[in-house]
């Protein structure tokens, strides 16, 4: 690799940790397996950076990042390693915010109940903002396939006990109005 194309990763490595520790949080339910899940990414990505056309950088990286955690719940599974997600709130201890703790510990539960391919549609449709051709381009799929697992996904969230014990409301409603509750 060059000296500038190492810069270049470099750079955006350093601009995209933060946002890639925080997807990866919400795909693995640990924070201290989402930062080696972004390191094991970000190493593979590093040995292919100048191979990656520039205006494909960010899709590449998280897609690399979504595919990662594929395989680490696979090898998981294989081994019979695959134990229940436990929500990490330890290193962020806010103090006077238990009920955004409570919450947040609720969500993250809540999706780790979720199939992979669901949790990772509404982690990157509603956490990193991005559109459904995104998210199609970035898990390689068809955009149908995306608006079912989001469909599923909400729908399996809005019936968890987590939300129903904590009366958390604000799980997105992605019917069209037409067919909502009045």
């Known amino acids: 690799m060059t000296h500038e194309s190492h810069g270049e990763f470099a750079e955006f490595a350093a601009a995209a940790w933060p946002r890639l520790v925080r997807t990866a949080h919400l795909l693995t339910g640990d924070f201290h397996e989402a930062e080696d899940l972004v390191q094991t990414t970000l190493v593979k990505v590093y040995v292919r950076w100048k191979h990656i056309p520039r205006d494909d950088k960010e899709v590449y990286v998280r897609r690399s990042l979504v595919n990662n955690n594929f395989s680490r719940i696979r090898k998981k599974r294989v081994s019979q390693l695959l ?26 539960q809540a999706l780790s109940t979720l199939p992979i391919r669901q949790r ?63």
């Open 120 to 182: 990772a549609v509404l982690v990157l449709r509603y956490f990193d903002d991005l559109s459904d051709p995104d998210i199609a381009a970035v898990l390689n799929c068809s955009l149908g396939t995306v608006k079912t697992h989001a469909r599923r996904g909400l729908a399996a969230l809005r019936v968890h006990p987590a939300f129903t014990d904590l009366s958390i409301s604000g799980v997105p409603d992605d019917r069209p109005a037409r067919h909502r509750a009045a």
């Open 83 to 108: 134990m229940p997600f436990l929500p990490e709130t330890a290193h962020r201890s806010h103090v006077g915010h238990a009920e955004t703790l409570e919450h947040r510990a609720a969500l993250v």
